[in-house]
């Protein structure tokens, strides 16, 4: 199936050998501790990571770990900046000005993102492609007007490429409205610029990924018919998206007749149009079909993967079957497949339902997740922190605080605000007030609920100093801020 150029399902954390996980963790504190605004990051970069060490693929790594950790986007440009005064026989990759365009991106530092491919485009411009002009694009889109995403494109023609743009461009463009799941204005570009690029079947499979993702099942298959009249080939993504989209619906019947209907077709049968099923079987809590369809994949000459085996997972998961669900992550890990983050995503939920486990089974589970070193996702870290916090746990909220930040993670502002609620209703209002320090010195605002909370805590013991203290840095790291909107 196709794949979504967003945060959640864009692939940016490249695998890293164990003896780079020390250096890459190392890297990522240095850049993420240092005190920012206040003070100038390259020369601590300077004396901390010499250039000869920093080879092509340490850095994309690096850049994953900031992506992921939501760092702020000045501070992996400036990595990214010095990464470039290494000697010119070790050329940046695609991979890691990707990854710098995205952080910046997403951050709406588009200035700077612009400035940045402008940049590249005079001393790398092999770094150019589809990929990163998607990017860029996607964001754009995500928080301008459709007139604006429109101009973007344009000047990303003539300022940017300087070529003149085909199908694969007018792919980029379409995909940028599908991904925000504007679909009215994916079809109007689609019948504006249709006759000038030639459409081909990712053309269509972009749209009819669209139409599913936002969740209009009936206008997928007006689509996906509309698509055959016009003389294109269904295939294998073309019935992934449209059995995805009957799975998520709980038609789980007319998923397996499209699945049944490949078959007959001759279609290309993939270990994700399984895993969409297994998924699907989950859904409508089938857990035998879904096991089913599990031991149909090497079957077909296919190999299990985390995917499917999450997949199997989150279905017994779905069934109550917590104990079923730990029997096949331990057969996965005895087949040497390392179970990511998502396999703990799913865990943690299984067992939250479980009156079995409940919250002493996630206790375990964490401590598993942090025995290997793993480092989960946003929406994991607020559902554990909220968990923890709401059970009257709040050291192992700390410790997770302390855990991410070890790791070179800055977790994510609404884990902050549980966290400092459940601290300062404890009175451990200096334990908020370091917390709240540690984030905004890596570049990320707080909330105003959480900075009202310090306010009311941090008075109450006759700590204003801290206060002022706060106010300072989130001032002077305000006038380093984007305004909202600005694109």
């Keep these: 199936m196709l794949k979504k150029v967003s945060s959640d399902s864009y692939r940016l954390l490249s695998p890293a050998t164990s003896r780079n996980k020390t250096e890459i963790e190392r890297i990522t504190r240095i850049i993420n501790d240092h005190p920012f605004p206040s003070h100038p990051i390259q020369p601590i970069l300077s004396k901390h990571i010499p250039l000869s060490s920093l080879s092509p693929p340490l850095v994309s790594q690096v850049l994953g770990r900031l992506f992921a ?15 470039l005064k290494a000697p ?16 910046l991106a997403r951050m709406r530092y588009f200035d700077q993102a612009w400035a940045l491919m402008a940049e590249v485009r005079k001393d790398y411009p092999f770094l150019l492609t589809c990929k990163s002009m998607s990017i860029l694009l996607c964001k754009v889109a995500k928080f301008s007007s459709y007139e604006e995403t429109l101009e973007a494109f344009a000047r990303m023609e003539k300022e940017i490429f300087k070529k003149k743009f085909g199908v694969d461009e007018f792919n980029v463009l379409l995909r940028a409205f599908c991904t925000e799941r504007e679909m009215k204005e994916a079809r109007s570009v689609f019948e504006k610029l249709h006759s000038r690029f030639k459409p081909d079947v990712k053309t269509m499979n972009i749209l009819l990924l669209g139409f599913k993702e936002a969740g209009d099942v009936t206008a997928t298959e007006l689509f996906y018919h509309e698509m055959v009249k016009r003389g294109f080939q269904p295939n294998a993504v073309t019935y992934g998206v449209r059995i995805d989209g009957f799975c998520k619906k709980r038609n789980f019947g007319e998923a397996l007749r499209l699945f049944e209907e490949m078959g007959r077709g001759k279609v290309e049968i993939t270990l994700q149009i399984l895993t969409t099923l297994i998924h699907g079987a989950g859904v409508v809590r089938n857990k035998i079909k879904a096991r089913q369809l599990f031991d149909e994949i090497p079957e077909r000459g296919l190999t299990h993967d985390c995917g499917a085996y999450n997949a199997l997972m989150s279905t017994l998961m779905r069934c109550g079957d917590v104990s079923g669900a730990i029997l096949v992550m331990k057969e996965m890990e ?28 996630v206790c375990e589970f964490y401590q598993k997740m942090k025995g290997r070193s793993l480092v989960p996702k946003t929406p994991t870290v607020v559902m554990l922190m909220k968990l923890f916090c709401q ?15 070890e790791k070179g993670y800055c977790p994510h502002g609404h884990a902050l605000e549980l966290l400092t609620t459940a601290l300062c209703a404890r009175r451990r209002a200096n334990d908020a007030f370091e917390c709240s320090r540690q984030t905004v010195e890596r570049g990320r605002c707080l909330s105003e609920p959480v900075f009202r909370m310090l306010e009311t805590s941090l008075s109450s013991t006759g700590e204003l100093e801290k206060l002022e203290e706060l106010k300072s840095k989130m001032q002077k790291l305000h006038s380093f801020l984007p305004p909202p909107g600005h694109s």
Excluded: C, R
């Design 334 to 361: 005895e087949k040497g497949i390392e179970p990511d983050g998502v396999t703990f995503h799913s865990m943690f939920i299984g067992m939250m339902k479980s009156k079995e486990f409940g919250l002493d089974g």
């Design 391 to 405: 059970n009257g746990e709040v050291n192992l909220g700390l410790d997770l605080w302390k855990y991410m930040m």
């Design 88 to 103: 010119k026989s070790s050329p940046p990759t695609s991979d890691s000005f990707e990854k710098t365009l995205h952080i």
């Design 69 to 83: 950790a939501h760092s702020n986007g000045l501070k992996a440009l400036e990595f990214f900046k010095y990464s």
